[in-house]
């Protein structure tokens, strides 16, 4: 099935260029405020409040519970198997009560909007679909497609996550750039099947070949 739709894309783009460029969505497309607030202060408040004890003490047993299970298994990033396992109720108000915590880094809808006129852009991200909504809500009509590897395909951002990425866009690896935050989850894991794949370090570690925002980006995409 993918041989014959490869196949059939280098036919048609024998140079293989860029066709789709995939964005990850936290530290990459939207700052860590929103995902602080939400795993670091709002769950431990309503934990707080369902316990009936001090929120610094539910913030310590919050963090103690996140790190037993830590960001090598997808149920990390599953915000309903948290809300289930800390008995909570009402995610979605969590949410909410987090949304004057959302900012993009500054580049972003300019760089959005430049690269939407020459590619598809998509975003391909490890967070569940609950929380990506409300990540993208600025900037969601920028993509065609919106892929979350814990809610569509219940895992990590491995690099089978990537080929079916590929798969589901009709075009081969080398067709696709890739951009995140992750070296292992973004850069690594999306390269080792050839997608092109930009690690962003917005600190400027100074990594070979890194990129410190996403302007750098458009002059960086193969030809
Ligand atoms: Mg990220």
Known sequence: MSQISYSFVEKENPHGHIRVVSFDAEGTLVTPDFTLAVWHEAIPAFYAQRNGIEIDRAKEIVAMEYDKIGDQKVEWYDINYWFRYLHLDDSESVIKSCQDKLYYYPEVIEVLSSLSSQY????????????????????????????????????????????????????????????????????????????????????????????????????????
């Open 120 to 223: 598809k852009l998509i975003v391909a991200s490890g967070t569940p679909v609950e929380l990506l909504h409300y990540l993208l809500q600025d900037v969601e009509h920028y993509f065609t497609h919106i892929f979350s590897a814990s809610s569509h395909y219940k895992q990590l951002k491995t690099p089978d996550f990537y080929l079916q990425v590929c798969r589901e866009m009709d075009v081969a690896p080398e067709e696709i750039a890739h951009v995140g935050d992750s070296w292992q989850f973004d850069f690594l894991n999306s390269k080792q099947v050839g997608v092109n794949a930009f690690y962003l370090d917005r600190i400027g570690h100074d990594r070979e070949g890194s990129l410190t925002d996403l302007t750098q980006l458009k002059s960086r995409l193969p030809r």
